[in-house]
T-cell receptor
Framework: DTAVSQTPKYLVTQMGNDKSIKCEQNLGHDTMYWYKQDSKKFLKIMFSYNNKELIINETVPNRFSPKSPDKAHLNLHINSLELGDSAVYFCASSQAETTYNYEQYFGPGTRLTVT | AQKITQTQPGMFVQEKEAVTLDCTYDTSDPSYGLFWYKQPSSGEMIFLIY??????QNATEGRYSLNFQKARKSANLVISASQLGDSAMYFC??????????????FGQGTELSVKP
């Protein structure tokens, strides 16, 4: 069974469209994250949720809106897509956000291409 | 502010030889965790090894070991007996306690390792 899954794996869309990426984890973790990997492979945190509560919002444009219907799911909705949004988006989850010694488990990534 | 630096954009190593990937970090919190992840060309992020700031011994996981030098703030990854399948991008990352930055991972720029047959 996949621990952290994301759909879709690839997403090609035009500028101005609205799209969503879904993430689910079956590890029983309380904390979930969205990371963005740019064209230079640099990974940066976007959002973090703990038990459906937003913990981190790392100066991401308002066009990005995460939603957590329950602690096993964290979806990312993007409005009015721009060329600069093209990237790989990773969902991750982790046990016990109150400590620092647990690795984060990553989903397979969603490659978003905006044309 | 926390920072992770990987100064080697690319590295080459001969198959079966050992290789060290450098990582330095900066933080003012005494409690933190250091992680290495591997990203092969297929794109997934694979956790390799973890070192806690209070751990006395260097972490080891199979062919991977972490050379932790706390005073120098370095956490180098050593891969012994390199294999062709080790060719990938390697990321060093740091995580601080929840009260500081919400437990997010901060990543270095990555090192692209190529293993030659």
């Amino acid at each position: 069974d996949t621990a952290v899954s994301q759909t879709p794996k690839y997403l090609v869309t035009q500028m101005g469209n609205d799209k969503s990426i879904k993430c689910e984890q079956n590890l029983g973790h309380d904390t979930m994250y969205w990371y963005k990997q740019d064209s230079k492979k640099f990974l940066k945190i976007m959002f973090s949720y703990n038990n459906k509560e937003l913990i981190i919002n790392e100066t991401v444009p308002n066009r990005f809106s995460p939603k957590s219907p329950d602690k096993a799911h964290l979806n990312l909705h993007i409005n009015s897509l721009e060329l600069g949004d093209s990237a790989v988006y990773f969902c991750a989850s982790s046990q016990a956000e109150t400590t620092y010694n647990y690795e984060q488990y990553f989903g397979p990534g969603t490659r978003l291409t905006v044309t | 502010a926390q920072k992770i630096t990987q100064t080697q954009p690319g590295m080459f190593v001969q198959e079966k030889e050992a290789v060290t990937l450098d990582c330095t970090y900066d933080t003012s919190d005494p409690s933190y965790g250091l992680f290495w992840y591997k990203q092969p060309s297929s794109g997934e992020m694979i956790f390799l090894i973890y070192q806690g700031s209070y751990d006395q011994q260097n972490a080891t996981e199979g062919r991977y070991s972490l050379n932790f030098q706390k005073a120098r703030k370095s956490a180098n990854l050593v891969i012994s007996a390199s294999q062709l399948g080790d060719s990938a991008m390697y990321f060093c990352a740091m995580r601080e306690p929840y009260y500081n930055q919400g437990g997010k991972l901060i990543f270095g720029q990555g090192t692209e390792l190529s293993v030659k047959p």
